[in-house]
């Protein structure tokens, strides 16, 4: 029920508003160690169904007081068909364990490219009363109760099935070995196919990029998209990121782990967001930037190529 006075809430205020960001809690107070709901809200037109948002990146932390336990996808709602109207809306379980009065900030959207803040939400945080008026009870004594032999074996193998399932089991299979290695047939040695290294089959692809062009192109949408394929298909076959099958948000996230330098870090959010910018936002870049771009994006490869295959 609440979460629907939210939504119409937002479907009241259609008229007197275009884009809106705003924060809310579930509950203004709680104590220490207790937890309540942060709703991130964004309201957004979206007549060609081609808006691109940039939602705000949350770690364990929403600040150095507020913890952050768990959060949900953001996720969209239809207010108003007529005006193509959208609510999008992210939860933060949230939860505190310091006494005292705290600040929620302002969070950032993006759309397109124009920035939109949220309102500050204010988190009271109490500490647990102790009755001291009551004195400390002592101990129950422990009682004794009758446990025959046929129920002690029963429960332990009710709590030890698995362990004797798996026994049973690796026996079996080390039978069906022994049988299977008698029986089996001589097999032919296999021939390995070469592996190409990762960052040969990217700068392969970067040099004919670069010899084709298509910087120079007004239409910039057919270049970004194969720049980013190659730098994806590289994160991928380097860094074992699933990167072709990944939003840029979570390759961003993959790479917080990736073994490459802050750089380098900062460069793949640069250029994964501005191709997005460049396909869905209609964003077009000089020709000075994309072209400087696959150069940064060759350095890239031969900076994090692995060292073994340093020989191409």
Known sequence: MKQLSYILFFCASLSLYGQQASIELDSSFIRIGEQTVLHVYFEYQNPKGDALIIWPEYDDALTKDIDIVDKTIDRDFLLDSASTTYL????LLITAF?????????????????????????????????????GIADIKPIYSVNYPFSERSKDWLNAN?????IIAALILAFFIYRYVKRRKPEVEEEVLEEIIPAHVI???????????????????????SDLTDTVRTYLE?????????????EIITDLKHASISEVDKVYLRKILREADMVKFAKFT?????????????????????EKKNSGN
Request: a negative charge; glycine letters at 2%.
């Open 98 to 134: 310091e006494e005292g009065k705290y600040t929620i900030p302002s969070q950032e959207i993006r759309l397109g490219d124009s920035l939109y803040y949220t309102n500050t939400a204010q988190l009271m945080v109490e500490t647990v009363q102790v009755d001291t008026s009551k």
């Open 161 to 165: 099935w698995y362990w004797l399932t």
């Open 88 to 91: 999008r809306e992210q939860r």
């Open 202 to 224: 990217a700068l392969d692809a970067l040099q004919k990029l670069l010899a084709g062009e298509e910087w120079k192109s007004p239409e910039k949408k057919v270049y970004y």
């Open 285 to 305: 870049p000089s020709d000075e930037d994309a072209y400087a771009y696959i150069h940064k994006s060759i350095d890239f490869v031969k900076r994090t190529k």
């Open 237 to 249: 076959n380097r860094f074992d990121i699933h990167a072709m099958e990944q939003t840029t948000r």
